[in-house]
């Protein structure tokens, strides 16, 4: 996104200047406006700054997703204990380790001190803060709850990535299983099968047609071996790609989902996150329909974000949130029954956060069984794979060794 030069005046008629990137001047300009500052001049940034930027941001430590939550566990301690927002900046700078998370509370403290929002600050780096971070506070900002808020990001970024590694761990398994395999055969098509297929040409004999097939397919992976590596190579950059692309990354979380076993906690795990998001939000007094809005950056899939948006255009229209839920078709019933409750009784809230630890549960047990769930597949198909490598490798061997001994 590129990046523009402003010269702005606040409240008190103090002229400001700074940096920010948008897609134009114009959206600079009204998220200025919107951060309470009049833009007096906007101006692009040369390409050659931005050239500079790029590499040296390129090679500069990042900020992890472990700094955000420690960011945001100390800022709601101090502010609970009634520690000024600048004066707690300013010693979580000096207390850190990091340099660019130095840099980057310097740069949000210098925005507070030059009198923008803390939102608008936090706005300004969004390859840190998600959108969902920066609504929150904020709310927080609007309803004078910051330290509440910052406490319920910490507990909702540790909920997150005790999710996310739950997930990964369930498919870090099979994924093992799949690539040791198609090693184990890229090893036996390369180096052993041509090394049987000497000894067959060698016979002159007639060959099963499995053996014709392993021993044609050997030989054109060996001769064509670069351009299938090439192949490989660009198929995967094409695929990166694609997942970056809007339609590409609807499309893959749509097939995601439909998986036989990793599906199902794909699903479980994203509508968890669903949950909790909306959960936090409705506590912090966020309107549901913005809620939603939230909620849907958060659930890490894309087809089932296009859904949340999908009830947030029917609660706009007057629907309930439990009838707009119906329509997405990606709740359970048991879910849809406790939303409706929560609904009926007024603490939509608590219930949403009994519906996200009930997915959480689930979670956990497909975890716990998903050994038990691939054992069948894993054997059946190593044990395919182990029966047409053994019949088209041996079974030629087996015939010679019989002739021979008739001779």
């Given at each position: 996104m590129p990046a523009f030069s402003y010269k702005a005046r606040n409240p008190r008629g103090e002229l400001l200047t700074g940096r920010l990137e948008g897609g134009s001047s114009d959206s600079v300009a009204e998220e200025l406006m919107r951060s309470g500052l009049t833009p007096v001049e906007v101006k692009a940034l040369a390409a050659t700054a931005e050239v500079g930027k790029l590499f040296g941001s390129y090679f500069d430590e990042k900020v992890s997703e472990t700094d955000l939550m420690l960011f945001a566990r100390q800022m709601a301690s101090l502010l609970k204990a009634g520690v000024p927002i600048l004066r707690a900046l300013a010693s979580l700078a000096e207390s850190s380790a990091h340099p660019a998370f130095q840099k980057l509370l310097g740069d949000i403290r210098d925005g507070l001190s030059a009198g923008r929002e803390l939102s608008a600050c936090l706005?300004?780096?969004?390859?840190?803060?998600?959108?969902?971070?920066?609504?929150?506070?904020?709310?927080?900002?609007?309803?004078?709850?910051?330290?509440?808020?910052?406490?319920?990001?910490?507990?909702?970024?540790?909920?997150?990535?005790?999710m996310r590694d739950r997930v990964k761990s369930a498919l870090r398994y099979p994924s093992f299983v799949v690539a040791a395999l198609a090693i184990a055969l890229g090893v036996i098509n390369v180096f052993v099968i041509p090394a049987?297929?000497?000894?067959?040409?060698?016979?002159?004999?007639?060959?099963?047609?499995?053996t014709r097939i392993l021993v044609g397919f050997s030989e054109w992976t060996v001769h064509w071996w670069p351009a299938l590596l090439a192949a490989?190579?660009?198929?995967?950059?094409?695929?990166?790609?694609w997942l970056k692309t809007v339609d590409g990354r609807y499309t893959w979380d749509r097939?995601?989902?439909?998986?036989?076993?990793?599906?199902?906690?794909?699903?479980?795990?994203?509508?968890?996150?669903?949950?909790?998001?909306?959960?936090?939000?409705?506590?912090?007094?966020?309107?549901?329909?913005?809620?939603?809005?939230?909620?849907?950056?958060?659930?890490?899939?894309?087809?089932?974000?296009?859904?949340?948006?999908?009830?947030?255009?029917?609660?706009?229209?007057?629907?309930?949130?439990?009838?707009?839920?119906?329509?997405?078709?990606?709740?359970?019933?048991?879910?849809?029954?406790?939303m409706a409750v929560g609904e009926e009784t007024g603490e939509l809230d608590r219930l949403l956060l009994e519906i996200g630890e009930l997915q959480q549960r689930e979670v956990e047990y497909e975890i716990r069984t998903l050994s038990e769930q691939l054992e069948p597949i894993l054997i059946a198909g190593l044990g395919i794979i182990v029966l047409v490598v053994a019949l088209g490798v041996f079974l030629p061997v087996w015939d010679l060794g019989s002739t021979m001994i008739k001779r």
């Open positions: 706005r300004k780096h969004a390859e840190v803060f998600p959108p969902f971070f920066v609504n929150m506070v904020r709310v927080g900002e609007s309803t004078g709850r910051l330290d509440d808020v910052f406490m319920r990001l910490f507990h909702h970024m540790e909920f997150e990535r005790e049987f297929a000497k000894v067959y040409q060698s016979s002159h004999a007639d060959l099963p047609i499995m490989a190579a660009l198929g995967f950059l094409a695929l990166r790609w097939w995601i989902l439909k998986l036989p076993i990793a599906g199902k906690i794909v699903h479980k795990a994203a509508l968890a996150r669903f949950a909790k998001g909306l959960a936090m939000t409705y506590q912090s007094g966020v309107p549901i329909v913005q809620g939603l809005t939230n909620a849907s950056e958060v659930v890490d899939n894309a087809f089932i974000a296009s859904r949340i948006e999908q009830m947030r255009d029917g609660v706009e229209r007057g629907e309930s949130l439990t009838r707009a839920a119906v329509t997405t078709a990606v709740f359970s019933p048991v879910v849809l029954q406790m």
